[in-house]
């Protein structure tokens, strides 16, 4: 079984209905990121969290919110989903050990598609 | 300037050649350096991650880091077709966080 699981594995809804992507690991990481990767632009870091009370925004936050439910779990919403949040979603997780940031590791990703 | 700065590529390397592939970054306070392996649809793997400067091995991968000029690369020996793939450079900004380059897209011929 994959250590970071991501569901669902594609997805494609319309313009304006709300959509929950879910992570869960058993990596036993306290870190949790979520990325998306367009083309020619990269993973950019949307939110995280370094602990289950702990939630930061990223580089491109605008119109998503996530929920860390427990440590090992995860979720990304888009509350209202918009043709331009079509991209392939990452979830990773790290460990935390020392002042140095540790490897990310990532699950296999949501291929979104907004119509 | 971008943060963190690839070559997007095609580095195009005949197979048993050495491939280099090349970072920069901007944030001088940055003490984290990774390198990403992402098959086309596919996440990213890590391959290696270097804290120091100088050189780190790990079998056919050899991660070189420079602080002073802010340059990490990413050696790959004996280069194998499989080894095809965009290979993306992550560095830790200093907020326990990563930024990553858009990648170099590597061809191994065989």
């Known amino acids: 079984d994959a250590d970071v699981t991501q569901t669902p594995r594609n997805r494609i809804t319309k313009t304006g209905k709300r959509i929950m992507l879910e992570c869960s690991q058993t990596k036993g990481h306290d870190r949790m990121y979520w990325y998306r990767q367009d083309p020619g632009l990269g993973l950019r870091l949307i939110y995280y969290s370094f602990d289950v009370k702990d939630i930061n925004k990223g580089e491109i936050s605008d119109g998503y919110s996530v929920s860390r439910q427990a440590q090992a779990k995860f979720s990304l919403s888009l509350e209202s989903a918009i043709p331009n949040q079509t991209a392939l979603y990452f979830c990773?997780?790290?460990?935390?050990?020392?002042?140095?940031?540790?490897?990310?590791?990532f699950g296999d990703g949501t291929r979104l598609s907004i119509l | 300037q971008k943060e963190v700065e690839q070559n997007s590529g095609p580095l195009s390397v005949p197979e048993g050649a050495i491939a280099s592939l090349n970072c920069t970054y901007s944030?001088?306070?940055?003490?984290?350096f990774f390198w990403y392996r992402q098959y086309s649809g596919k996440s990213p793997e890590l391959i290696m991650f270097i804290y120091s400067n100088g050189d780190k091995e790990d079998g056919r991968f050899t991660a070189q880091l420079n602080k002073a000029s802010q340059y990490v690369s990413l050696l790959i020996r004996d280069s194998q077709p499989s080894d095809s793939a965009t290979y993306l450079c992550?560095?830790?900004?200093?907020?326990?966080?990563?930024?990553f380059g858009t990648g170099t897209r590597l061809l191994v011929s065989p």
């Open positions: 944030d001088r306070g940055s003490q984290s």
């Open positions: 992550a560095v830790n900004t200093g907020f326990q966080k990563l930024v």
């Open positions: 990773a997780t790290s460990d935390r050990v020392g002042p140095i940031n540790q490897p990310q590791h």
